[in-house]
């Protein structure tokens, strides 16, 4: 099993639908993140979790809702997205605190596309 | 204001020869860590190496190396004779001690290096 699995690899949705995003980890993290990569702007931080609380909320739309119902899990709610939705969104998991040399571990993503 | 900037586009060489991934970061923070993640096709990114900032030291990891320098806020990345499976999207980022997690990345735009056999 790979440290951290993302669900669907690739989504299609039109901006009427509802769907979600799935992120589970493997490797006893406690803090779990959401990013995104658009084509035209660098990797943005969304959503940060730790210990199953929301930290931080980069300004994100309400059309995204993120949920941790555990330290394993996250998820990322959609509903009523915009064509400039599409994206990668990719979630993270780390340690913390962490004396390690480490950062924090990466999914292979979902690619969505809002139609 | 944070930020990470990677000035290098796309770089393209040629196998076995060297290249560098230039990056500088603006933080005002005292104590923050610097990142290098590499994306392949495949969508993940694969962390390879943090740097505290109290740590100047360079490092070596194989045909990986990396140069941090406080004076002029780089952390450049040099591949010493690349190969094909190098050729990636290369990411630099910046992580600040205040923030709490070193999850909590602020990223650059990213060298996307291709190495031509």
């Known amino acids: 099993e790979t440290g951290v699995t993302q669900t669907p690899r690739h989504l299609v949705m039109g901006m009427t639908n509802k769907k979600s995003l799935k992120c589970e980890q493997h490797l006893g993290h406690n803090a779990m993140y959401w990013y995104k990569q658009s084509a035209k702007k660098p990797l943005e931080l969304m959503f940060v979790?730790?210990?199953?609380?929301?930290?931080e909320n980069n300004s994100v739309p309400s059309r995204f809702s993120p949920e941790c119902p555990n330290s394993s899990h996250l998820f990322l709610h959609l509903h009523t997205l915009q064509p400039e939705d599409s994206a990668l969104y990719l979630c993270a998991s780390s340690q913390e605190p962490t004396s390690l040399r480490t950062g924090a571990f990466f999914g292979q993503g979902t690619r969505l596309t809002v139609v | 204001a944070q930020k990470v900037t990677q000035a290098q586009t796309e770089i393209s060489v040629v196998e076995k020869e060297d290249v560098t991934l230039d990056c500088v970061y603006e933080?005002?923070?005292?104590?923050?860590?610097l990142f290098w993640y590499k994306q392949p096709p495949s969508g993940e990114l694969v962390f390879l190496i943090r740097?505290?900032?109290?740590?100047?030291q360079n490092e070596i990891s194989g045909r990986y190396s990396w140069n941090f320098q406080k004076s002029t806020s780089s952390f450049n990345f040099t591949i010493t004779a690349s190969q094909v499976v190098d050729s990636a999207v290369y990411f630099c980022?910046?992580?600040?001690?205040?923030?709490?997690?070193?999850?909590?990345?602020?990223f650059g735009k990213g060298t996307k290096l291709s190495v031509k056999p």
């Open positions: 980022a910046l992580s600040e001690a205040r923030r709490g997690s070193q999850g909590n990345l602020i």
């Open positions: 979790y730790s210990l199953e609380e929301r930290v």
């Open positions: 740097r505290n900032s109290f740590d100047e």
């Open positions: 933080t005002r923070d005292t104590t923050y860590y």
